[in-house]
């Protein structure tokens, strides 16, 4: 089992930028592929960004692409999302999660695991 802290939502104005952390603790975290999910207020949980355990294969909702990196660091049991260019839209619940699968999955429902959740509020 794998507990899941995330952390560096805030608010922020549009164009800026926030890092968000995901501090995983329990057994093999690198053994696990990672996802974050983003939940805004009386909507859906949606997908934001996924890695798999290796690295080696990442993917995006297409509104994210080329502003947003996913990054993990298996030494440190943390993966990052480093969101830029940031816009109203992004606003929510940003939620970390884990998969035992291995894969950077879209579907929250391959997620076993899962954080609380960090606010990132974007103003215009």
């Known amino acids: 089992q794998v507990q899941l802290v995330e952390s560096g939502g805030g608010l922020v104005q549009a164009g800026g930028s926030l890092r968000l952390s995901c501090a995983a603790s329990?057994?093999?975290?690198?053994?696990?592929?990672m996802g974050w999910f983003r939940q805004a207020p009386g909507k859906e949980r949606t997908f934001v960004a996924a890695?798999?355990?290796?690295?080696?294969?990442?993917d995006y909702v297409d509104s994210v692409k080329g502003r947003f990196t996913i990054s993990r660091d298996n030494a440190k049991n943390t993966v990052y999302l480093q969101m830029n260019s940031l816009k109203p839209g992004d606003t929510g619940v940003y939620l970390c999660?884990?998969?035992?699968?291995?894969?950077?999955?879209?579907?929250?429902?391959?997620?076993?695991?899962w954080g609380q959740g960090t606010q990132v509020t974007v103003s215009s």
């Open positions: 999660a884990a998969n035992r699968g291995r894969l950077a999955f879209r579907h929250h429902g391959n997620y076993a695991y």
């Open positions: 329990g057994r093999a975290f690198s053994s696990y592929g």
């Open positions: 890695m798999a355990s290796s690295g080696g294969t990442t």
